[in-house]
């Protein structure tokens, strides 16, 4: 199936809490005929809106290309929480390329976050930053882990924003009782995903970048000057940039050989008034240790926001809230029967060794994906890597495109049944406790 088209309505955001508290912004017109540009960018998401941000100021004259509308992937239907680091913890990225790449590393990811504030705050965005990432531990064992990781990262780093939290301490902010411990990261903090992203798309058009919303890109012709065909039009442009994370499809095989979609799901409840803060009792947003994560946080009208659950395959379920439903009451048994106004799924991107994957497709064709549930500051990150590569400063993208990407074994072909093995085997690990 085509998970550009299979889930959901063309031209049109899922039904989220998201889409229905987002700043209004009209449709961007579809590409009609061939055209011209310096640089032509397939996606608006963070990548892809970030990218074309950062080359309109620096003057290159840019068309991005949309199937649906801005935001419409995961950009605008994830947990708004914009992370530290990278999605490997820096002790594996020490063993896997060395102190001083893996310091180059985090650094990218301080950058990531101080981008996504400096863009909010530089272009007036709707997306005020709220400060603070619990992260939860499932098993008591792990939080002296968790604690010793928060000391190496302070010691070695210079990173003094964890918050070691034992039970009592988590439990004063989590009000659920399954989680031992585990850290506060004052250095993070959430978003609203969705208004970010429209307010990144509304500077790209304001710097001059030409956007075509339900515009869907069927073939990219690489030469010296590439070909973007389209279902309408086509785009002639000196560089191409493919901004299409979990929604690649067959544009760039090299790419999606890399790269899996998979699906993940989000409820909001009724606004709880009150009983909010029996829930969370500070305006912090919450990732848990279970290997198929559970991640919430509270919304500005007091609605729990939960994200968890899995299903097999690449269809929506018709019932995303009787999914999710199960992991927030685990989490929160206070919750049981509570209303959900909102249900929605949407499809990210993840990698074998869940780093980012920067890849170059073609000598004027560049590629950022796959950012495993990291991606709303890394792939903010991601497109001002972009740019600056296209105006031939390489440097950060060379050092991300020489982490080791293995490709998934068997090719697109097993991708549904590895998707089912692998997805089953981390649920069993969840409920058995191990």
């Given amino acids: 199936m085509s998970l550009l088209f299979g889930n959901d309505t063309r031209g049109a955001w899922p039904e989220s809490w998201y889409a229905a508290t987002a700043t209004p912004i009209d449709p961007f017109a579809p590409l009609e005929g061939a055209t011209r540009a310096d640089v032509c ?54 063993k896997m390329l060395g102190l001083d790449d893996a310091k180059k590393l985090w650094a990218m990811g301080e950058d990531a976050k101080a981008l996504v504030r400096a ?14 990432i619990v992260h939860a531990e499932w098993h008591a064992r792990d939080v002296p882990t968790e604690h010793a990781y928060a000391e190496h990262l302070a010691r070695d780093y210079g990173y003094d924003q964890l918050e070691p939290l034992d039970r009592a301490a988590l439990q004063e902010i989590v009000r659920a009782p399954g989680y031992h411990g585990g ?30 919303e339900t515009t869907h890109v069927t073939r ?4 010296p000057r590439a070909v973007v065909t389209t279902d309408a039009g086509r785009v002639d442009a000196d560089h191409v940039i493919l901004a299409c994370n979990g929604y690649l499809e067959g544009l760039e095989p090299q790419v999606a050989a890399r790269v899996m979609p998979i699906n993940n799901f989000i409820v909001a409840t009724e606004p709880l008034g009150d009983r909010a ?6 305006p912090v947003a919450v990732a848990d240790s279970k290997f ?19 299903t097999y395959g690449y269809r929506f379920p018709r019932d995303i809230a009787a999914v999710v439903r199960p992991c927030m009451e685990g989490v929160f048994p206070q919750l049981r029967g509570v209303p959900v106004d909102y249900a929605w799924g949407g499809t990210l991107a993840i990698t074998m060794n869940r780093m980012p994957c920067f890849y170059r497709p073609g000598p004027n064709m560049l590629s950022a994906s796959g950012y495993s549930g990291h991606g709303v500051a890394m792939a903010t990150l991601a497109g001002q890597i972009l740019a600056e590569t296209v105006a031939g400063q390489a440097g950060r993208f060379d050092l991300m495109a020489r982490l080791p990407l293995p490709r998934f074994p068997g090719g697109p072909a097993l991708r549904t049944p590895l998707l089912v093995l692998a997805m089953t085997w981390y649920s069993l690990r969840d409920r058995l406790g191990i």
């Fill in 41 to 94: 960018v397939v996606g608006a998401g963070f990548t892809g809106l970030s990218a074309a941000l950062h080359l309109a100021e620096r003057g290159f004259e840019v068309v991005l290309l949309e199937a649906h509308r801005v935001g419409f992937g995961a950009s605008g239907r994830n947990g708004g929480q914009v992370g530290s680091g990278q999605r490997m913890e820096q002790t594996a990225l020490e």
């Fill in 119 to 132: 863009l909010i705050d530089r272009h007036g965005i709707d997306a005020p930053f709220r400060p603070g």
């Fill in 183 to 212: 850290t506060l990261d004052h250095g993070a903090g959430h978003i609203h995903p969705l208004n970010f992203a429209i307010g990144l798309a509304q500077a790209a058009a304001a710097a001059g970048v030409r956007i075509h």
């Fill in 220 to 223: 990219v012709t690489p030469g």
């Fill in 277 to 282: 803060a029996e829930v969370i009792s500070r």
């Fill in 292 to 310: 198929v994560v559970n991640y919430f946080r509270l919304s500005d009208d007091n609605r729990l926001l939960f994200g968890g659950g899995e």
